[in-house]
């Protein structure tokens, strides 16, 4: 079965490294990663961004889930592009399954970006927005689509020393992704 492995690991320094370390994992569990920097690009294409999107849309679609990072990226929530992928199988009514090594609630992290006020019981960041306060580790529609499309989001108890190179938590989904989709496909 194949597994569309998604998140900001790509824009790390060992991205690739870091792939095929996901993908052992999968193969250990039978189960294929399908990893977006497997897909070759030759980088003078004029369109490199669309062919990208498009090859990575492709893997999403021939996949029967997704395990996508969620750690905080580049702020205190999830990688966007990761969050569109998410979205994307989501809508597909696959299989969605997700991980975020940064175990703090999302207003605790945005409050250690800057000041979080309480006014009338709502929380309000620097410049006066509302902060989303439901106890989630993230945004709700990113946890509600984990929970009604997969698994709750695994996070560990406490942040590990490397939130990039840690994969205890990606194993974890691993681990359920192969128990839901061979129950799936057992037959009833």
């Not at 893997?59 to 979205?87: C, H, Q, W």
């Not at 006066?128 to 580790?137: I, N, T, W």
């Amino acid at each position: 079965m194949l597994i569309y492995l998604a998140g900001p690991d790509v824009f790390l320094p060992d991205a690739i490294e870091i792939g095929r370390r996901k993908q052992a994992i999968c193969a250990r569990h039978g189960l294929t990663g399908l990893y977006p920097l497997d897909n070759a690009f030759d980088a003078a294409t004029p369109e490199l961004s669309l062919e990208i999107f498009r090859a990575n849309e492709a893997m999403m679609i021939k996949a029967s889930a997704i395990i996508a990072n969620l750690t905080p990226f580049r702020g205190p929530s999830a990688d966007a592009g990761t969050v569109y992928e998410l979205g994307f199988m989501a809508g597909r009514g696959k299989l969605c399954l997700g991980y975020c090594n940064d175990p703090l609630p999302y207003p605790r992290r945005i409050a250690a970006r800057g000041e979080v006020t309480a006014r009338d019981g709502v929380l309000h960041d620097a410049h006066g927005h509302v902060v989303e306060d439901f106890g989630l580790a993230d945004n709700l529609m990113i946890a509600h689509a984990l929970d009604l499309h997969g698994c709750a989001l695994v996070t560990p108890q406490q942040a590990p020393d490397d939130l990039w190179h840690d994969l205890a938590a990606f194993e974890a989904c691993v681990r359920l992704a192969a128990t839901r989709l061979v129950q799936a496909q057992a037959p009833r």
